[in-house]
């Protein structure tokens, strides 16, 4: 996709997001990072150093967005065409819910207004409802019991919920693609190959990189259409599997209860 982009990053102080910021950049498109505080605010105005693109900051916390219409304020002021959503603690205590009613309020915002024609969103690739049937049996039940209902039980609540609005919204919209990016357990590795769409297992580790590179790579695509697709360190090139899913129209949601209530 050649022509140029305004992106409003949110959660731009993330791990994910700061690796993000200068791909977006490097594309000589725009960046409105949107920020918890003032003193994160250096860290991401580094981020534009002798990059083509336009950088802009700004402080507005995630938590206030209590309302559709706050969120709708935001969009109006900043006018992107693409929002990114890399906000929320991945599980470490964070104010889950806060996010999700933020994450909605954003979505919804967007829908709601024409010019905005992308929303990713990043989660993770065990949030859904039932396990896939592309997975080995018994696998889901045993990670849904000890992930889902146990260490990440707010953090799964929060981002099924705006997964599931985001994929309903999108559908319904003429103007918004919904991308849900759903990479596997996170690490610090550099960015390499992937697995991407349908994985084999639910268990798996994505490394931040990769992540920030695959949302780099699906705003930029053309013909990306609404979709949830799982994203773990694989043995595809990024492009080449960005392109299988785009030509195959992978979506992962298939097997949830949205996938089969299509619009």
Request: glycine share 10%.
């Amino acid at each position: 996709m050649a022509s140029s982009h305004h992106v409003l990053l949110i959660g731009g102080h993330g791990k994910i997001a700061q690796l993000l910021t200068p791909l977006l950049l490097k594309r000589s498109w725009t960046v409105t990072s949107m920020i918890r505080t003032q003193e994160q605010a250096p860290a991401i105005e580094k981020l534009g150093s002798g990059l083509p693109g336009k950088l802009h900051v700004l402080v507005s916390s995630v938590g206030e967005v209590s309302t559709q219409e706050r969120a709708a304020a935001i969009l109006n002021n900043v006018k992107p065409d693409y929002v990114a959503w890399s906000a929320g603690a991945g599980g470490k205590g964070g104010p889950e819910m806060a996010y999700r009613d933020a994450a909605v309020n954003f979505i919804r915002a967007a829908a709601d207004i024409p010019s905005i024609k992308r929303f990713l969103l990043v989660s993770y690739g065990g949030s859904r409802r039932a396990g896939a049937s592309w997975w080995p049996e018994g696998e889901w039940d045993e990670y849904n019991k000890k992930i889902n209902y146990g260490v990440l039980a707010t953090y799964y609540k929060a981002k099924i919920a705006a997964d599931e609005v985001l994929y309903e919204t999108s559908k319904k919209s003429s103007t918004l693609v919904g991308i849900c990016l759903r990479p596997a357990t996170l690490t610090d590795e550099p960015a390499g190959k992937v697995e991407l769409g349908k994985t084999a297992h639910v268990k798996g580790d994505a490394s931040r990189a990769t992540v920030a590179a695959t949302a780099d790579a699906l705003l930029a695509a053309d013909g990306v259409k609404n979709t949830w697709l799982d994203l773990q360190d694989g043995s595809e090139d990024l492009d080449a599997a960005v392109e299988r899913c785009i030509k195959d129209g992978v979506d992962t949601a298939e097997g949830e209860e949205i996938f089969t209530s299509r619009i």
